[in-house]
Every structure is written in C-alpha cells, then in structure tokens.
C-alpha cells in the first residue's frame, strides 16, 4: 500500500467525519449547551432575586418586630395609667363612703345622745317634782332638807 493512497483515504474519511458532526451532532449539542447556560443563568438571577427578597423579608421582619415592641410598650403603659387610675378611684371611693359611714355614726351618736339628754331630763323632772312634793309634805326643817337634797343627790 501507499502511504499517500491511504494518507489520502484518512484525511477524507476525516473531513467526512467532522462534516458529519458538524451537521448532525454538533448543533444538538451546542443547543443543549446553550439551554444549560440559559438554565444556570436564570438560576443565578433567580438565586440573587431570591437573596435580596430574603434580605427585605429580613428587614421587614425586623420592622415589623420593632413596631410590635412598640406597641406593647404602649400597652404596658396604658394598662399601668389605667391600672393606677383604677386605684386612685378606689381610693376616692373608700373616702366617699368612710366619710358617710363616720356621719352616719355621728349623727347614730347625736341620736343616742339627744336620746339620753330626754330620758336624763325625764327621770330628772320626775325626781325634782317627787322630791319638791316631799319638801313640801313636810315641815320646813333645815336637817330634812340637807337629807332629802342629799338623798336625791344620791338617786341622780
């Protein structure tokens, strides 16, 4: 055989060979290359979209926890302010009705008292007219009298 023969036949065999993957092959291959690198792409833009929506979730998420911080803040304190309001009209009230439970009292012991000064009067009245009705039954005696004032004085 002859080596440019052969030389020949290979160099033909191979140019027939990268016509044919050049036709055939090659174009399946560099779309599915492509479609690849589309897909990798738009995982990475994906991937960075993803990440800056982590990010403001993030933020927000601490926004949003701060604002709750201050709204239980204001609570606490409002329920405090009304806590403390609660307990100052208690207060008010206790010295409401302690004031009208002492008048009551006063006026229950100007009662008794009105009510003692009559019967003190009454049994008084009843021994000055008993003990003018034995002053005057009797003879005016100086000793009578001394004993009969201090009999009645015993009897007050």
């Known amino acids: 055989m002859n080596l440019g023969l052969t030389l020949i036949g290979q160099s033909l065999t191979f140019v027939i060979f990268v016509w ?8 399946p291959l560099r779309t ?3 479609e690849r690198q589309e897909a ?3 995982g990475l833009r994906a991937s960075e979209e993803a990440d800056r929506k982590l990010a403001d979730a993030a933020s927000g998420a601490e926004q ?4 709750a911080k201050q709204e239980a803040a204001a609570i606490i304190e409002q329920a405090r302010n ?34 003692a000064k009559e019967s003190l009067r ?11 009705e034995q002053v005057l039954e009797s003879s005016v005696d100086e000793s009578k009298h001394s004993e009969m004032l201090e009999k009645l004085a015993g009897q007050l």
């Open 82 to 115: 009304r806590a403390n309001q609660m307990i100052e009209e208690a207060k008010a009230d206790a010295r409401v009705e302690g004031e009208r439970i002492i008048e009551a009292a006063r006026a229950e012991v100007d009662q008794e008292v009105n009510r």
């Open 32 to 34: 599915a290359m492509r």
């Open 64 to 67: 949003e926890l701060a604002n």
């Open 122 to 132: 009454a049994q008084v009245s009843t021994l000055v007219i008993s003990g003018a």
């Open 40 to 42: 990798i792409a738009a």
């Open 20 to 27: 044919f993957c050049m036709k055939f092959i090659w174009p």
